[in-house]
């Protein structure tokens, strides 16, 4: 098994990626770390805790930034794409079970620390809590297998603003400090994730398993396909752009990957946040990590949906 770190700031793709690695025997989910985001870190600890309930896992919750590095541009909810409580307005119950103490950063230098060249991180959140890893122990970067991140627009327009994706926004500073900082990374953007369309009736067929999982993820999966229709008028489906993170851990090969240098623009006022790939001829730089560019969509939505609920 592939032993792994997921960083979430657990909305309803979070969810769903949860409940994938979760459910995939390739993965042993070492620990679920939280950050600021769609939610709150408290929120986000909180709806993954949840999560984990109905999927009757123990994985560890291990909560850690509240906040962006240095500076803060936007406020940590993304209510009109996940609801008023991040999980499609699902809340009825808190969860049983209590985060732990560890703070989120220290959790992933000592697993990293533990398991030299093995562990896979999956950031599908701010990289917060990973810049703050790697501020406070420089040595992992060597000894991290890969860092999955799902974040980034290299090719195509973003998603909360013409230029930036959402993960990549929350904290420009902290992505563009990891992708400067030599640790592995594979970035799988909206240039893959928008592809991955998971359409209503695949969604249906989880609430007529008649289990409280099945009718947790349809509803909040539907409250999410009525938010995309909202800003795609007849795109028929949502993107699974947390989920294909994990799916890329599990099989590598559901992509096409290209090496290439990418920054993070910090300066442009209309572009802040923009994930810029050297895509010359002869780039002034050596790449700093695989991006995903091609997606084998049908293979991997079949993937997801046997695993899923």
Sequence with gaps: MKPIILDVDTGIDDALA??????????????????????????????????????????????????????????????????????????????????????APQFIIDQVRSKPHQVTIITVAAMTNLALAIMQAPDIVNLVDNVIVMGGAVKRAGNVTPHAEANIYADPEAADYVFASGIPITLVGLDVTMETLLPKKDVQAWRSKGTELGTLMADMTEFYIDAYEDFYPGIGGCGLHDPLAVGVAICPDFVTTEPLYVRVDLDGFHSLGRTIGDLRSKPAHEPNMQVCLKVDTERFLEHFLSRVV
């Design 18 to 103: 949860i409940s994938y690695a979760v459910n995939s025997p390739e993965l042993e989910l070492l620990g679920l770390t939280t950050c600021f985001g769609n939610v709150t870190v408290e929120e986000a600890t909180r709806n993954t805790l949840l999560v984990l309930e109905h999927l009757d896992s123990a994985v560890p919750v291990i909560p850690g930034a509240t906040k962006p590095l240095f500076v803060s541009r936007v406020k940590a909810n993304a209510t009109h794409i996940h609801g008023e409580d991040g999980i499609g307005n699902t809340l009825t119950n808190l969860p049983t079970r209590k985060a732990l103490s560890q703070y």
